[in-house]
């Protein structure tokens, strides 16, 4: 990891840290991302549809969150 992302931890305690923790991302690039309008985002804010945090004004969205949230959306096969 850089040093800019250690943030003064030690190596010893980053040894058994092996998950990726990407920055939350925006309501653009969630957009993007789900390949839907801003304004939709805005409605499934609105709805509750999906998971996100307030940080002040601001509104970020966490992948895992957004992926989980995905899977109830998921529809699952028919067989005939």
Do not use: W
């Not at 990407?22 to 690039?29: A, F």
């Amino acid at each position: 990891m850089p040093k800019s992302q250690t943030a003064g931890l030690s190596a010893d305690k980053l040894e058994g840290i092996n998950v990726p923790c990407p920055r939350p991302m925006t309501r653009q690039e969630l957009a993007a991302f789900l390949g839907v309008s801003q304004r939709t985002i805005d409605s499934y804010i609105a709805n509750r549809r999906i998971p996100y945090v307030k940080l002040g004004r601001l509104i970020r969205f966490r992948v895992t969150d957004v992926e989980r949230a995905l899977k109830r959306f998921t529809v699952s096969e028919v067989s005939l």
